[in-house]
């Protein structure tokens, strides 16, 4: 069973390097160029634009599933800003430190961002082994690719130890029994997105 995890385009506000969770942006000129030749049995997006426009960008003519519990962690009112603009904030220095004990203001904590991660990642597993499909591609955001690899990746790293770069994907490969017990993937393999070239 294959189970692959691609980020979304870069988008205007990535680039600014803001805090994007809940709230969306358009995707940069670069992004709507990438392509892969990988195809799956049925896709999964987070519901956010970013996501559903790079899934159609990357899987035309097929159905995307959009699911609300794929999106990032909610950023509250730090949405939009930067570290410049938040490095003075006492909360923020905290929530760096330690963003398992301090949530951003309005935001969401992030054992309520993991705990809806794994209610849809059991979901999900449930019906591809219910319906015996063979492989899958999720579209999805930096933030909930980091908490699936510390989560499932063969080789234990933290969730900030996973570097999720734009135009890149992951293929997690589990025999059916391991996806089953919800244990980790037996083999992890990069996928690299190429660009389209002279409009191809």
Not at 32 to 37: L, V
Not at 39 to 56: G, H, P, Q
Not at 117 to 142: A, F, P, Q
Not at 177 to 192: A, F, K, Y
Request: glycine share 6%; proline share 5%; hydrophobic share 30%.
């Amino acid at each position: 069973m294959v189970i692959a995890l691609f980020r979304h385009g870069i988008t205007e506000e990535n680039k600014r390097k803001a805090y994007l969770g809940w709230t969306d942006s358009p995707l940069s000129c670069e992004s709507m160029k990438i392509k892969t030749k990988k195809r799956y049995d049925i896709y999964f997006s987070s519901d956010l634009n970013r996501c559903v426009t790079t899934a159609n960008i990357l899987f035309p003519k097929e159905e995307i599933i959009p699911l609300e519990n794929l999106r990032e962690m909610n950023f509250g009112l730090w949405e939009g800003k930067t570290y410049e603009e938040l490095k003075s904030v006492q909360l923020y220095r905290d929530w760096l430190t330690d963003p398992l004990k301090t949530a951003p203001p309005e935001g969401e904590s992030f054992t309520r961002f993991s705990n809806r991660i794994d209610v849809e990642w059991k979901r999900i597993t449930e019906h591809l082994l219910s319906n015996h499909y063979k492989n899958c591609g999720i579209v999805t955001h930096g933030g909930v690719i980091r908490y699936l690899l510390s989560k499932l990746a063969p080789k234990h790293k933290e969730f900030w130890d996973w570097p999720t770069p734009f135009h890149q994907g992951f293929e997690l490969i589990f025999d059916k029994d391991t996806l089953r017990r919800g244990e980790r993937c037996t083999l992890l393999r990069e996928v690299p997105l190429t660009e389209k070239k002279n409009g191809s």
